[in-house]
């Protein structure tokens, strides 16, 4: 009976020893032996980074994968932009015209093509590993679910600015601009497909449809041709940056307001009042382009409140506040808020 009970302490001893250890040990994965075997070309798309951290394995990772789209893709297309003046009925003006390219920024966008993560950590080395990859066909999959939903909403509104070329060019220009976005979207999307399936075609009508938005924004811009007048208390550099900014989107401004289908009103108010030692304004302006039946545009905002002790700084402080609000939001209501 000692024996036997001496034989058994041994085995639990070894196993203990050995057993023990050996099995709480997690087995090297195989793609961190052999990366290429597991998530290689032809099905994958895939990077494999080490680092201290696990979050900055992964990040190293999808830097590499983003680089890889982000290379790719530039070298099939290239982005440019010109200016072309053109002369109309003896009048000279200017248009912005953008060639179909573009340059592509994939690390904001990769998540949605499929991209997955395998993770493992050597704890001898103190090091963690991190795989990023794309199963080129889930991938291609979702590409074409984003694809139909984006040319989807391009058709509606590509459609509705047809129907509106002729009687309203200048509501036709705002279809269009947002029929522009997600025709980027789309060509986007296309071009990804074209790296994880090359052998998919798209439609030669899409790609014309929507490749032909900037010829077609440069022929109605000069039929929209809008007199712009101001309301309320006048600011020449107000007035001039609004100017500016439609002018820059191709649109011809005429100071009239006769003999124009379109007219735009610029209308600001300081509100300024006192109190005999400071003076404090709450200021607004509005700015609305209409024809002879309705307003097609509107744009409001009520600044915050100012103060001041001299007049002049404070009227200096509202024209700042009011320059700073048009920059920023006036032309991405225009073409969002349609």
Same mark, same amino acid.
């Given at each position: 009976?000692?024996?036997?009970?001496?034989?058994?302490?041994?085995?639990?001893?070894?196993?203990?020893?050995?057993?023990?250890?050996?099995?709480?040990?997690?087995?090297?994965?195989?793609?961190?032996?052999?990366?290429?075997?597991?998530?290689?070309?032809?099905?994958?798309?895939?990077?494999?980074?080490?680092?201290?951290?696990?979050?900055?394995?992964?990040?190293?990772?999808?830097?590499?994968?983003?680089?890889?789209?982000?290379?790719?893709?530039?070298?099939?297309?290239?982005?440019?932009?010109?200016?072309?003046?053109?002369?109309?009925?003896?009048?000279?003006?200017?248009?912005?015209?953008?060639?179909?390219?573009?340059?592509?920024?994939?690390?904001?966008?990769?998540?949605?093509?499929?991209?997955?993560?395998?993770?493992?950590?050597?704890?001898?080395?103190?090091?963690?590993?991190?795989?990023?990859?794309?199963?080129?066909?889930?991938?291609?999959?979702?590409?074409?679910?984003?694809?139909?939903?984006?040319?989807?909403?391009?058709? +509606?509104?590509? #459609?509705? %600015? /047809? !129907?509106?070329?002729?009687? $309203?060019? &200048?509501?036709?220009?705002?279809?269009?601009? *947002?029929?522009?976005?997600?025709?980027?979207?789309?060509?986007?999307?296309?071009?990804?497909?074209?790296?994880?399936?090359?052998?998919?075609?798209?439609?030669?009508?899409?790609?014309?449809?929507?490749?032909?938005?900037?010829?077609?924004?440069?022929?109605?811009?000069?039929?929209?041709?809008?007199?712009?007048?101001?309301? +309320?208390?006048? #600011?020449? %550099? /107000? !007035?001039?940056?609004?100017? $500016?900014? &439609?002018?820059?989107?191709?649109?011809?401004? *005429?100071?009239?307001?006769?003999?124009?289908?379109?007219?735009?009103?610029?209308?600001?108010?300081?509100?300024?009042?006192?109190?005999?030692?400071?003076?404090?304004?709450?200021?607004?302006?509005?700015?609305?382009?209409?024809?002879?039946?309705?307003?097609?545009?509107?744009?409001?905002?009520?600044?915050?409140?100012?103060?001041?002790?001299?007049?002049?700084?404070? !009227?200096?402080?509202?024209?700042?506040?009011?320059?700073?609000?048009?920059?920023?939001?006036?032309?991405?209501?225009?073409?969002?808020?349609?």
């Amino acid at each position: 009976m000692i024996r036997h009970f001496k034989k058994k302490a041994v085995f639990v001893s070894l196993v203990f020893a050995f057993g023990g250890f050996g099995f709480s040990k997690e087995a090297v994965p195989n793609w961190v032996k052999n990366f290429n075997l597991v998530y290689g070309a032809p099905d994958y798309i895939g990077y494999m980074s080490t680092a201290s951290s696990r979050d900055e394995a992964r990040e190293k990772s999808l830097d590499l994968l983003a680089n890889y789209f982000d290379a790719s893709i530039q070298s099939q297309t290239n982005s440019s932009s010109f200016m072309a003046e053109e002369s109309r009925n003896g009048e000279m003006s200017w248009y912005k015209k953008n060639v179909v390219s573009r340059n592509v920024s994939v690390k904001s966008d990769v998540e949605f093509f499929g991209i997955e993560y395998e993770f493992y950590f050597d704890a001898k080395k103190q090091v963690h590993y991190c795989a990023a990859f794309i199963n080129k066909v889930n991938a291609t999959k979702l590409i074409f679910q984003r694809m139909s939903k984006s040319k989807k909403s391009f058709l +509606g509104y590509y #459609n509705l %600015a /047809i !129907e509106k070329e002729k009687k $309203d060019p &200048f509501s036709a220009i705002r279809y269009y601009a *947002k029929a522009s976005v997600f025709a980027k979207e789309y060509i986007s999307l296309a071009e990804h497909l074209s790296l994880l399936s090359p052998k998919t075609e798209i439609p030669k009508s899409d790609s014309e449809k929507m490749l032909g938005i900037d010829a077609k924004v440069s022929r109605l811009t000069p039929q929209a041709a809008i007199g712009i007048f101001t309301e +309320g208390e006048s #600011n020449g %550099a /107000i !007035e001039t940056m609004v100017r $500016d900014i &439609f002018a820059n989107e191709g649109f011809v401004l *005429k100071r009239t307001r006769q003999d124009e289908d379109y007219l735009m009103s610029i209308k600001i108010e300081k509100n300024i009042v006192s109190d005999g030692e400071v003076f404090t304004a709450t200021p607004s302006i509005s700015i609305e382009v209409f024809d002879k039946e309705e307003i097609l545009f509107g744009y409001s905002k009520t600044l915050g409140r100012s103060k001041a002790f001299a007049e002049r700084t404070l !009227e200096k402080q509202i024209e700042t506040k009011i320059l700073s609000e048009i920059k920023d939001s006036l032309m991405r209501e225009f073409y969002e808020n349609i």
